[in-house]
């Protein structure tokens, strides 16, 4: 059973260009959330998608947005990018728990984004 | 909104002794889970504990063990007979609608 899985691993852009990194999540998951992970620091939340929709949102800018498709894969996109978007982004997978909490979450290894 | 401070940036502990790791957090909600993940230098974000918060009985996952204490919100890690291995960042997270995590605390296991 594969775990979450996230492309590429690796990525170096420009300032102002445009990136995607993709996600797709635990099987049996449908739920994915997104963090970025400046150098030595932990994990902040840009936001989660649960049936193809923004459901929650972190304090990031509109450049931020991101997309779930029908098979609960996602991506995210970071528009005009800055040097300051250079971190570790890490995607997470886990599904709704009856009781209305999320359960079982799964992180990938990331994708190195490096801004030059 | 819910935060997570964990106060000790870095932390050092020799060989099979016990060390603990503080988190504190700050929420209004009465129903939700703390956990405590690994992230060694591979990136990949390890599972180590989790604790219900309506349950009153600390977790325990053989080495590791949490001191849960819900009035004070506090949910602190304890690492019994560290081995090498155990040296990585570790993060003290919140659960309720979506995961929230501390700065971590880098802890370094010495031979």
């Known amino acids: 059973d594969a775990g979450v899985t996230q492309s590429p691993t690796h990525l170096i852009k420009t300032r102002g260009q445009q990136v995607t990194l993709r996600c797709s999540p635990k099987?049996?998951?449908?739920?994915v959330s997104w963090y970025q992970q400046a150098l030595g620091q932990g994990p902040q939340f840009i936001f989660q998608?649960?049936?193809?929709?923004?459901?929650q949102r972190g304090n990031f800018p509109d450049r931020f947005s991101g997309h779930q498709f029908p098979n609960y894969s996602s991506e995210l996109n970071v528009n005009a990018l800055l040097l300051g978007d250079s971190a570790l982004y890490l995607c997470?997978?886990?599904?709704?728990?009856?009781?209305?909490?999320?359960?079982?979450?799964?992180f990938g290894s990331g994708t190195r984004l490096t801004v030059v | 909104a819910q935060t997570v401070t964990q106060s000790q940036p870095e932390m050092s502990v020799q060989e099979a002794e016990t060390v603990t790791l503080s988190c504190t957090y700050d929420?209004?909600?009465?129903?939700?889970?703390l956990f405590w993940y690994k992230q060694p230098p591979s990136r990949q974000m390890i599972l180590v504990i989790r604790?219900?918060?309506?349950?009153?009985q600390n977790a325990t996952e053989n080495r590791f063990s949490v001191n849960f204490q819900k009035a004070a919100k506090s949910f602190s890690l304890k690492i019994s007979d560290s081995q090498l291995g155990d040296t990585a960042m570790y993060f003290c997270?919140?659960?309720?609608?979506?995961?929230?995590f501390g700065a971590g605390t880098r802890l370094t296991v010495k031979p």
């Open positions: 997470a997978s886990s599904f709704w728990w009856p009781t209305g909490s999320l359960y079982g979450y799964t």
């Open positions: 099987s049996g998951h449908d739920t």
């Open positions: 998608y649960y049936e193809e929709e923004e459901r």
């Open positions: 929420t209004s909600e009465s129903n939700y889970y």
């Open positions: 604790q219900e918060a309506y349950k009153q």
């Open positions: 997270a919140f659960n309720n609608n979506d995961m929230r």
